[in-house]
Structures are given as structure tokens and as C-alpha cells.
């Protein structure tokens, strides 16, 4: 079964850059999509189909997806930002990331 | 606004049932896929299953964990989703979240989720 790979944890600077990436094999071949989840609440779609926003969704969330590593990138991350981040792609199943805690310093 | 509420978790011994259900508002449900997605306590997300639009032949798909214990099923009439959970475990024990879908895997608008423990 396919694998995705994602750090435990990324710390940040408040109003710096966050970087998370999501591990895979040929994952460029798929499309990742990104969740948001604070914590006592729902996950929250974040971006999909690798780079694209829902509506209502800052500009500060992009993504990426080249090789075997798709990336969520966090520009000018703020504390509401602290939360867990999971990738996820279709493999003849629904296939999520471990998660990776954002932290907001 | 879109909205999925869901209900009937709860406590349940091993080897049980329970069957799920999540009220939509707010959107075409009888044209929407729907999916099922569990958190186990502490762990990260697991899809369960999903169901396509009854135009779409109303097909259902489940991951290899629940397969042949899990069914989803849906009443359009009453904007409802379904999910029926037999010969659980223990590890089945998670909150479990509605979803609708983004055809054909794009988990879009969640529900709050309701709890299911499995324990004797």
C-alpha cells in the first residue's frame, strides 16, 4: 500500500515561513491535498489537487508537489497557524500522512 | 452554509453494532459523494469509505481495515448518510467524521464527528 511520510513536528518564527512536507513514492504522479486540524476540532481542507485554495482560505497557504515530495508552505505564519497538518492522496484508497504538529514561536 | 451533523456513537462491547448517522444541510446532497473518515484517540486520520452520487450509480468503496464489516449507505430523501459498523474491534474505537467529497477524492466540508468506543 502506498505511504506518505511526514515529520512529526515544525517549529516557526512568528511571521516567518513554514515549510511541511509529505513524502512519497513518484507522489508527483498524484494529487495531494492538505488538511488543518486544531485541536478539540474537525479537520479543515487546506489546499487540494496540490496547489489549489478552497474559498476562504488565506493566501498564505500554497503547496507544491515535485518528485517524491509535496510541501505545504506557511508564509508569514501566525499563531492561529498552530495546528496539525495532514497530506493525503487517492491510491485505490484514501491514503493520509502521519500529521505533523505546526508550532507557532 | 453547508453543514453535516453526525450522531449515534457511543459505547459498545466487542463483536457489536452501531450504525452512524449524519444529517447534511445546505448543498445538493443527492448529487454529492460522501466519505467516512476516523481518528483513532491520539492518532492521525484514517479514511473508512466513501459513496458516490446515486447518479453515479451510488457505488461504495471501503478501506481494507473495515472492509466487509462496514457498509455506507444513503437516503436522499432525508438528506442522510449512513454508516453501518458490525463485528467491531477494539480498534475501531476513533471519532468518526462525515465528509462531503470533491469527486473523486478531495475530502471538502467535515462534520464535527461523533465518538465511537469499543470496549467490554
Known amino acids: 500500500s502506498y505511504e506518505l511520510t511526514q515529520p512529526l513536528s515544525v517549529s516557526v518564527a512568528l511571521g516567518q515561513t513554514a515549510r511541511i512536507t509529505c513524502g512519497g513514492n513518484n507522489i508527483v504522479s498524484k494529487n495531494v491535498h492538505w488538511y488543518q486540524q486544531k485541536p478539540g476540532q474537525a479537520p479543515v481542507l487546506v489546499i487540494f489537487r496540490d496547489y489549489s485554495r478552497p474559498s476562504g482560505i488565506p493566501e498564505r497557504f500554497s503547496g507544491s508537489n515535485s518528485g517524491d515530495t509535496a510541501t505545504l508552505t506557511i508564509s508569514g505564519a501566525q499563531a492561529g497557524d498552530e495546528a496539525d497538518y495532514y497530506c493525503q492522496v487517492w491510491d485505490s484508497e484514501g491514503v493520509f500522512g502521519g500529521g505533523t504538529k505546526l508550532t507557532v514561536l | 452554509e453547508v453543514q453535516l451533523v453526525e450522531s449515534g456513537g457511543g459505547l459498545v462491547k466487542p463483536g457489536g453494532s452501531l450504525r452512524l448517522s449524519c444529517a447534511a444541510s445546505g448543498f445538493d446532497f443527492s448529487n454529492a459523494w460522501m466519505s467516512w473518515v476516523r481518528q483513532a484517540p491520539g492518532k492521525g486520520l484514517e479514511w473508512v469509505g466513501r459513496?458516490?452520487?446515486?447518479?453515479?450509480?451510488?457505488?461504495?468503496d471501503y478501506a481494507a481495515a473495515v472492509n466487509g464489516r462496514f457498509s455506507i449507505s444513503r437516503d436522499d430523501s432525508k438528506h442522510t448518510l449512513y454508516l453501518q459498523m458490525n463485528s467491531l474491534k477494539t480498534e475501531d474505537t476513533a471519532v468518526y467524521y462525515c465528509t462531503t467529497l470533491i469527486v473523486p477524492d478531495v475530502f471538502d466540508v467535515w462534520g464535527q464527528g461523533t465518538k465511537v468506543t469499543v470496549s467490554s
Open positions: 459513496i458516490s452520487s446515486k447518479t453515479d450509480g451510488g457505488t461504495t
